[in-house]
C-alpha cells in the first residue's frame, strides 16, 4: 500500500473565548493556512475531506453539512468522523491508501466557549438505564477510575501532580497555550477538591480553536512538501462502554490502539524506538495511566518516571512537550490534533525554544474523554 504523510497544516491560535468569530471563520482561516503551507494551487486538487465532530456537542446533525463551504469542499466526497482528529486522521489514510484518493484534507475544531451545558450534553453517552437516572456529574466517573487507578498501580496523588506541573511549566514555552504556569505539588494537591481525589488544577480547561491538516500519497507529497511527515501506524479502539462491564484496571482503548499501530510501523520497544510522546493529559492520572497501557512504563512506574524528571523534555522519554490539555488546553475532538501539531513542529524542526534534541519518531495518543473509552494511536516520523 502506498505511504501517507502530512504535507500541510494550518490552525488558528487557541484562545479560551472567541466571541468574535464563528467556528466557520476559524475552520476557513485555518484552511487557508493549511493549503498555503502545503503549497496547493486550488482547493481543486483535493480529492477527499473529513471533517471529525460530535453532533451532540457542535449542537447540529449530520455536521459535515455544515463545513464544505469553508474548506472548498462543495461537491467532493466528505464525511464527518464522530470522533477525535487522530480517528479523523486514521480515516483520510484509508481514503488514500485505498488509491482512490491522492490528497485528503481533515478538519477539526472546538467552540466550547458556546456550549453552556457542557456536562450535561455528555451525560448523554452514559448507560441511559443503569447510570443516566443517577443524575451525578459525569466527571465523577474520572474521580473514581482515578482513585482505582492510584489503589491499583500504588501511583501517589503527589505523582499526578507532578504531571500538572511539568505540563503546565512546559506550556510556558508554547505559544499556543492558554494556561502555562510555574506550579509546586503542593499548591496543585491544595487547590479546591472536585471529584475526589481529583482537584481542579488536575482537570484540563476548554478552549477554542480550529486545525486543518492536509494528507497525500507518497507520490505527491515529495513534490509538494519538502518536509513532508509519515504517518508510519494507526491505530483505534473502543472498548465497553458501560460502567458496568468494562475492565477498570486496564486501559484497554490505549493498549489496543497502541498494539496496532505497534505492529505498522515496526515498532517493538516503544521506548527505545520512540524519541518523544504527545498522549491525552484531559486529567493528571490519564498521562500516567495512558504511558504504562502503552507499554512505555510498566505498571505503576510511570509516576516515578514523572516525579525524577524521565518525562521533562531533556528526560529520558519526554512526553507532552508542548503541555498538553492540562497546559494548553483541551480542543474537544481536536484535541487530538493539538498532539499532531506539536510532533509536525517538532519532526520539521519548528518547535522554537521547546524544540527536542532528537526528533525523527513519535507517538500521538489521543482519547475520547468521559465517560467514554473510545481511542487512537498515531505514529509519525521525518523518515
Known sequence: MTKVAIVGLGYTPP????????????????????????NLDSHRDIDGF????????????????????QLGAVQKPMHTITGDTLHGLAAAVMNIQTGLMDIVVVESHSKASNIKTYPHIINYA????????????PHTIAGLEMQNFLSHTKTTLEQCAAVVVKNKKNALKNDLSCYGARLTTREVLDSPLTFSPLTQLQMADHIDGAIVFVLASQKIAKKLSKKP??????????????????NWNVCEYARLSAKMAYKQAKIKNPKTQIDFFEVDDTFSYKELQHLEAIGVYKE???????LNGDLDPDGKTPV???????GVGSLLEASGALRTLEIIKQLRGEAGPRQLKKANTALALSWRGIPSTSGATIIFSRK
Request: with cysteine; glycine share 8%; aromatic share 10%.
Open 15 to 38: 484562545r479560551p473565548l472567541t466571541p468574535d468569530v464563528s467556528y466557520k471563520e476559524m475552520i476557513y482561516e485555518a484552511a487557508v493556512k493549511s493549503y498555503h503551507d502545503a
Open 126 to 137: 452514559t448507560d441511559p438505564i443503569l447510570n443516566r437516572p443517577l443524575n451525578f456529574h
Open 320 to 326: 507532552n512537550v508542548s503541555g498538553g490539555c492540562l
Open 229 to 246: 511527515i509519515w504517518i508510519k501506524g494507526c491505530g483505534w479502539i473502543s472498548d465497553s462502554p458501560t460502567l458496568e462491564t468494562r
Open 50 to 69: 473529513v471533517t471529525c465532530a460530535e453532533d451532540l456537542i457542535e449542537g447540529t446533525s449530520i455536521f459535515d453539512e455544515y463545513t464544505p463551504d
Open 300 to 306: 505503576g512506574t510511570a509516576g516515578r518516571a514523572c
